[in-house]
């Protein structure tokens, strides 16, 4: 290294009010008093969560699955693996099996979501032919252990099982939904599902 390279920092010499911190002091004063009159004059309210909620979380945000019924009550999803495929997270488990219903070929016989490894970027929910996955605008959900937040088929339906359970008490945002009959979406769905190789 050549000396020309070399640059040398003076240490900057302080005032006498820079040792005393008070142009920091200034600063946070007049940050605080600017927080509160905009609050007084914008009318901002300071929401004392958990007791009470804010009620503005729209039906288009993005949080916990549900996963649909069809017309009949079934479960709407018919396995073609898309909302897998798509997750960049890979955090949906799928298990296929021969459906019992004559109008698909298949249906999930798990379905299992890791809601901690979930990133929430909506993608399955885009890539779904049937509408049988959804993001809720649901947020508030505690488990003790991580197994407690892989979401099961029941816990994923909404009437029954973990999530469920966590919600009881509620809002009531998870209305029931029924998606397009899945009947309607099956040859597609067989078309994409070869495509991508799915079993
Ligand atoms: S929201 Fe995104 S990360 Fe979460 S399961 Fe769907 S595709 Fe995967
Ligand atoms: S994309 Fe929809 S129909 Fe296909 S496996 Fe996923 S949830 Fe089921």
Known sequence: MRDEDIVVVEEPQLSAAERMYLPQIIDGMRTTLRH???????????????????????????????????????????????????????CIHIEAGES???????????????????????????????????????????????????????????DEGPQAAQESGQDGLRAEHVAPDASNASFCVRSLAKEHGAQ
């Open 100 to 158: 019992p219903w004559p109008d698909r070929e298949k249906y999930p016989v798990k379905f299992d979501i890791d809601e901690l490894r979930c990133i929430y970027c909506g993608m399955c929910e885009e890539a779904c032919p049937c509408d049988a996955i959804e993001l809720t605008p649901h947020v508030e959900l505690v488990g003790r252990t991580r197994q407690e937040m892989v979401f099961d088929k029941e816990g994923l339906r909404g």
């Open 36 to 90: 509160m009159f905009d609050t007084r004059l914008r009318n901002r309210t300071t929401v004392q969560y958990p007791e009470r909620k804010r009620q503005q979380r729209t039906e288009v945000y993005r949080g916990v699955h549900r996963l649909n019924k069809d017309s009949q009550g079934r479960v709407a999803c018919v396995a073609c693996f898309m909302c897998s495929t798509a997750c960049p997270a890979h």
